[in-house]
């Protein structure tokens, strides 16, 4: 899935396309991280793939960062893990009344991704961030909306129609002056959201390739398995 966004992102990118909109089919907007196919993988060959997820984490969210039309984001429904923490490198958020948000990394046995480490602080404040990030706190879409996260909540039964009036809104707008103004807007954060991610990519390789990081994700993940 994170090479189809990023491949949608990349060829986004180069078209006459004014801005791009990131939304999801169903109920739900992301589900975050598939536990069977990390225990599958790192269980095979730890070291490669624990270097060939956190990269193919990185080189997801560098597309975020390095993405020059703006991007509007409809949440329909929960988002999770990297669903959530990629929110603040797009530049328009607008959620259902049913959508949630919900960062358990700790709690998870995983370290922040998605450049959540940076980000979450900043919107949220270093209190309410670290509860999410440490304790898993669920946000409701009207809670996101009040912290700076989401900015407007829309009833569910209008809420296509609410998302695609106000986009069509902005695809009225000059090409030129949208991509100018997200510039002016991101540009100096740009290099400060590259270095987060690399460093927060690094953490995971290590938790990943070092066994008591590796029997902690793994004795957590089984354990979900089995309540399923």
Known sequence: IMKEVRRALCNASSDDSKLLLLSAVGSVFCSGLDYSYLIGKLSTDRRKESSRIAEAIRDFVTAFIQFKKPIVVAING?????????????DIV????????QTPYATIRLTPAGCSSYTFPQILGVALA??????????????????????????PTTFS???MLRVKEMAACS??????????????????????????C???????????????LFSYLQDKIYEV
């Open 130 to 155: 670290n509860e999410m990030l440490f304790c898993g706190r669920k946000l409701t879409a009207q809670e996101a909306c009040s912290r700076g996260l989401v900015s407007q909540v829309f009833w």
């Open 78 to 90: 929960p988002a999770l893990g990297l669903g959530a923490s990629i929110l603040p490198l797009c």
């Open 202 to 216: 690094q953490m995971l390789k290590q938790l990943w390739s070092s066994p008591k990081g590796l029997d902690s």
């Open 94 to 101: 607008w959620a259902s009344e049913k959508a949630w948000f």
């Open 175 to 200: 090409a030129v002056v949208l991509e100018e103004s997200k510039c002016l807007v991101r540009s100096f954060l740009k290099s400060v959201l590259e270095d987060v991610n690399e460093r927060e």
């Open 161 to 163: 129609q609410e998302v």
